[in-house]
């Protein structure tokens, strides 16, 4: 397993722009399937972004598909969330999480089970 620690969460008005970070140790990571997750309060985790280990295949949510852009940077170990045109219903706390798992063994979306290192989440708040 690697360990995960996200950041570049905070508050920001309806519009606005965050970038979230995913920084990783572990010299197995750069070879991990990526994704970022969101729980917001009384809701149920669900799947945001995901990137594969090469960075070269994408895949997002319906919600948020042409507003976020998830990419990676093998050399700082680090994965990125780039939010723009935030809505109040973005408002979650945001985990990023990543797993050995092939890009083509996940499930579409892909859930929560299919990765097995999760880090403590980011929380991000859009005001209307």
């Known amino acids: 397993q690697v360990q995960l620690a996200e950041s570049g969460g905070g508050l920001v008005q309806a519009g606005g722009s965050l970038r979230l970070s ?3 140790s572990g010299r197995t990571f750069s070879a991990h399937t990526v ?6 309060p009384g809701k149920e985790r669900e799947f945001v972004a995901a990137i594969s280990w090469s960075g070269g295949s994408t895949y997002y949510a319906n919600s948020v598909k042409g507003r976020f852009t ?7 170990n680090t994965v990125y969330l780039q939010m723009n045109s935030l809505k109040p219903e973005d408002t979650a706390v945001y985990y990023c999480a990543a797993d050995p798992k092939g890009w083509y063994f996940l499930d ?3 859930q929560s089970a299919d990765f097995g ?8 708040t859009v005001s209307s």
């Open 22 to 24: 995913c920084a990783a």
């Open 35 to 40: 994704g970022w997750f969101r729980q917001a």
């Open 70 to 76: 998830i990419s990676r940077d093998k050399v700082k």
């Open 108 to 110: 579409w979306p892909p």
């Open 117 to 124: 290192s999760w880090g403590q989440g980011t929380q991000v």
